[in-house]
């Protein structure tokens, strides 16, 4: 088992189980496949405001996780949001998600955060976190989406 940077040879695997991801229970809602779309195609620009790892088990496709790379005054620092992480069920219970979650401080050791959101129902994500040493933050979280803006292709940033 193991993780590493996403290609564009990785593009089928990718869209597919980031698709599978947003018809799962570990999301509020799904999302179009454009926007899928889009964020590989923003990936592959090399955007240093994104990352993915894709997880392999036996050389082929197992998971994938989805980094956003942001500044955080209140963190003091780069703040490491971990958008996404998906194990396909074949796979899950293997050690592939803690195994990521565990290597993220020395992929990234000027971080100040890292970050995750999960829903109350994944027992199993909160007990892994949670052993893991994250933390609840008492935020409750709002969004304004730019109808507009999203439904357009994303822009490379």
């Not at 590493?4 to 990718?14: E, K, L, V």
Request: some cysteine.
């Amino acid at each position: 088992m193991m993780f590493r940077p996403i290609t564009a040879a990785d593009q089928a695997a990718y869209l597919q189980m980031a698709h599978s991801f947003y018809q799962s229970d570990a999301v509020d809602h799904p999302i179009p496949d454009s926007y899928i779309e889009n964020t590989f195609q923003n990936l592959m620009t090399g955007s240093p405001f994104s990352a993915c790892y894709l997880f392999e088990a036996g050389g082929q496709p197992a998971g994938y996780a989805l980094l956003a790379l942001t500044w955080s005054q209140e963190a003091g620092g780069l703040a490491v949001w971990v958008e996404e992480l998906y194990v396909l069920p074949q796979f899950r219970g293997h050690g592939l998600g803690r195994s990521f979650l565990e290597a993220l401080p020395s992929l990234y050791p000027h971080a100040a955060r890292f970050r995750l959101e999960v829903e109350d129902s994944n027992k199993g994500a909160v007990a892994l976190y949670q052993r893991l040493g994250y933390t609840w933050l008492k935020y409750q979280q709002m969004v304004l989406d730019c109808p507009l803006k999203t439904a357009k292709k994303a822009d490379k940033i």
